[in-house]
């Protein structure tokens, strides 16, 4: 039962990772029908921000957390930044041609910013210091559950629930949903369609970079491709519980994070992603649009 | 990493183009091919590989080149990948090419050598440590300047059992040629000595985000080693995050994890981990006088395989010399036939191209630094 309990938090971890990521996919998606590949690459660029303001005010002796703080803010200022400027200059310009060209100019921007981090910055592995503590009354438990395991989980879950508050209650988030719903329709009524988009990948940029600096200090290394790895898992995750559906966003992750942590712990880690990707196959065999996708007909 | 201006870039493959056939109108060359990760991940164990022939090269150059001749290198980047390491051995061929010093990953070797073989062209590498490459037959053109991953995962167990005298043992590999082959040796000789019990036989997934379902795994089997074939990135994630499980497993793994970039990411948690590696080889004087000229001309201390790749170098050169010339057959018999001074004292390679001489010692990180142990 330990045993059990010991594999469903180390299921709990990953799920929360791959869910802040896949947030980014599935809200774009949601809102303008595109898969937005270069959001695993937004995420590292969160990362490398982090690592980069963070060493800078520890050399000018910050006191710790300061440091977290101004670090995270910094990564997502940073993360937002680009998220809205790929937008601007990849995706605004697409916005009426056929949907294949957004796609590939997804794919685009994904290789470009991995080159850029790659030349601007190194290809090493550098090591990201722990900006998440390992907490004193933690000690007890440390066994099971790290600091930085809790610190992802509570995160993912405050996470959840202000934007589910956000685009359920606000007039940004009943905007975003006529948005998704009806673009021409939206305008219509007076809304201002460009300004919504911006504000979508600015949300799923943050939370990128959110997760970006939580990931890169409970794992302690980052390089350029990091945001790959994630993001193809992150993605998976999404399709599995819906893309398009925020919900679904994260039971995916969980279903995909718990599966690999169960197969791992009880069959063989060799089996993983066998296990993972034909639970992904077996859903979409029986729910084409993932669990809590809405099934629409549409032209690809 | 330096960004290089295109316009320096354009000039500098100016000049080089003017050099080149300045070189191939005026003499005759000896070309040696150097091919090995230079950029990407694992940049920092091709690196060394460059300098250590270029240093080699430099020096008989000043001499007075092989017999006459002067050596021209073409260095060649295959980053370690083995679908870039076919197209770096066709360049190399095409080149007029035959004498390669390299390339470094196993896979990329395996994938290149074929290549070569059809060519005729003498490949040592300083660093492939795959069994196959020799042991296979298949390759009589490869020779190598480092222990196979058996002669390691011989030390790795021998270590484990008979110096640290574990009975349970947890062999984790990244399912990558290096680390399972590594692994499926350590298997094999813990069944064979049948003094310890393996507990786990496991493949990870290279580059996921966490591995705590596989740690609990290790601990629940209470394993007391882990036995790990692969590279460092992987073995930082998990002993940081078994240490952080307060785990007090003993982590032993490969040449792989035996480099300074370990330490660094791992930090304090690094602290403890043995990890096989080529033998220290301080005390020969080639190697002391080799190390000293590295640190004047670069100004740091020489990376990993640099005695290996400075070792291949002074075999090849030393047999084009004996041989005269850079005939396939001639110069393989001399490295088969002839003892070579080298950094790792007088070597000569067995018929299946390893190098009788060059074995494996156990490392431990201790206070940030790996320290020889056994």
Do not use: C, M, W
């Given at each position: 039962m330990d045993y059990f309990i010991e594999l469903f938090l180390s299921g709990l971890t990953r799920s929360s990772i791959y869910a802040l990521i896949a947030l980014g996919y599935t809200m774009v998606y949601g809102i303008?029908?595109?898969?937005?590949?270069?959001h695993g690459e937004i995420y590292m660029i969160g990362a490398f921000t982090a690592l980069i303001v963070s060493t800078v005010l520890a050399i000018y002796g910050f006191p710790f957390f300061a440091i977290v703080a101004l670090t995270v803010l910094a990564a997502i200022i940073w993360s937002s930044a680009y998220g809205y400027t790929v937008e601007k200059i990849a995706y605004k310009p697409l916005?009426?041609?056929?949907?294949?060209s957004p796609l590939i100019s997804a794919i685009g921007m994904s290789i470009f910013l991995q080159n850029y981090v790659l030349l601007a910055q190194t290809s090493d592995f550098l090591p990201f210091p722990a900006l998440i503590p390992e907490f004193q009354f933690m000690e007890p438990y440390a066994h099971i559950i790290g600091s930085s395991d809790l610190v992802i989980l509570l995160t993912t879950i405050t996470v959840m629930v202000l934007l589910t508050l956000l685009i359920k209650y606000t007039k940004t988030g009943q905007a975003m949903r006529a948005t998704s719903q009806d673009k021409k329709m939206a305008m219509l009524v007076g809304i201002n369609v460009d300004k919504i988009i911006g504000i979508t990948f600015i949300i799923g940029s943050a939370l990128a970079a959110i997760g970006g600096v939580l990931i890169a200090s409970h794992i302690g290394q980052i390089n350029f491709y990091i945001g790959f790895i994630a993001g193809i898992k992150a993605f998976t995750a999404a399709v599995l519980g819906g893309i398009g559906s925020i919900p679904g966003a994260f039971l995916g992750s969980l279903i995909l994070g718990l599966t690999e942590s169960f197969a791992t712990g009880y069959v063989s880690s060799d089996y993983e992603d066998v296990f993972a990707f034909s639970l992904l196959v077996l859903i979409l065999i029986f729910r084409p649009a993932g669990l809590l996708g809405k099934s629409s007909i549409e032209k690809v | 990493m330096n960004r290089i201006k295109p316009v320096y870039l354009f000039l500098s493959i100016i000049f080089a183009l003017t050099t080149l056939s300045n070189s191939a109108f005026g003499t005759e060359t000896v070309k040696i091919g150097v091919a090995g990760?230079?950029?990407?991940?694992?940049?920092s164990y091709g690196l060394p590989t460059v300098n250590a022939v270029k240093m080699v090269v430099d020096k008989l150059n000043a001499k007075g080149g092989i017999n006459g001749k002067q050596i021209e290198l073409f260095i060649e980047d295959d980053v370690c990948k083995p679908e870039v390491a076919t197209n770096t051995a066709t360049k190399l061929i095409s080149q007029g090419v035959n004498m390669i010093i390299g390339h470094i990953c196993s896979g990329a070797t395996k994938a290149a050598l074929p290549i070569y073989r059809d060519a005729k062209a003498i490949v040592i590498s300083?660093?492939?440590?795959?069994?196959?490459?020799?042991?296979?037959?298949?390759?009589?053109?490869f020779f190598r300047t480092i222990a196979s991953d058996d002669a390691q995962a011989r030390t790795e167990v021998d270590f484990a059992i008979?110096?640290?005298?574990?009975?349970k043992i947890a062999v984790i590999h990244d399912k990558g040629d290096y680390g399972k082959g590594l692994a499926e040796f350590a298997q094999k000789f813990i069944k064979e000595s049948d003094?310890?019990?393996?507990v786990l036989f496991e493949g990870i997934t290279p580059d996921?985000?966490?591995?705590s379902a596989v740690i609990q795994k290790i601990k629940r089997f209470k394993a007391d080693a882990v036995i790990f074939g692969g590279y460092h990135p992987e073995a930082s994630k998990l002993v940081t995050q078994m240490r952080k499980k307060r785990m007090k497993t003993l982590f032993i793994s490969d040449d792989g994890v035996k480099d300074d970039t370990f330490i660094k990411v791992a930090g304090?948690?690094?602290?403890?981990v043995y990890a096989t590696g080529p033998?220290?080889?301080?005390?020969?004087p080639i190697t002391q006088a080799a190390r000293e000229e590295h640190k004047k001309v670069y100004n740091e201390s020489p990376g990993a395989f640099f005695e290996n790749a400075y070792a291949a170098a002074l075999a090849l050169t030393n047999a084009i010399e004996q041989a005269n010339s850079t005939d396939y057959d001639a110069v393989g018999n001399t490295l088969r036939t002839h003892d070579v001074a080298t950094t790792f004292g007088t070597i000569h390679f067995d018929a299946k191209g390893d190098a009788t001489g060059i074995g494996f010692s156990m490392y431990q990180v201790q206070d940030g630094k790996y320290v020889q142990v056994q």
């Open positions: 303008i029908g595109l898969i937005n590949f270069a916005r009426n041609a056929p949907r294949l | 990760a230079h950029s990407g991940n694992l940049a300083p660093s492939a440590t795959n069994p196959d490459l020799t042991q296979s037959g298949d390759y009589p053109n008979d110096v640290l005298q574990v009975k003094k310890a019990e393996i996921a985000v966490d591995y304090k948690y690094a602290e403890g033998a220290d080889v301080s005390g020969n």
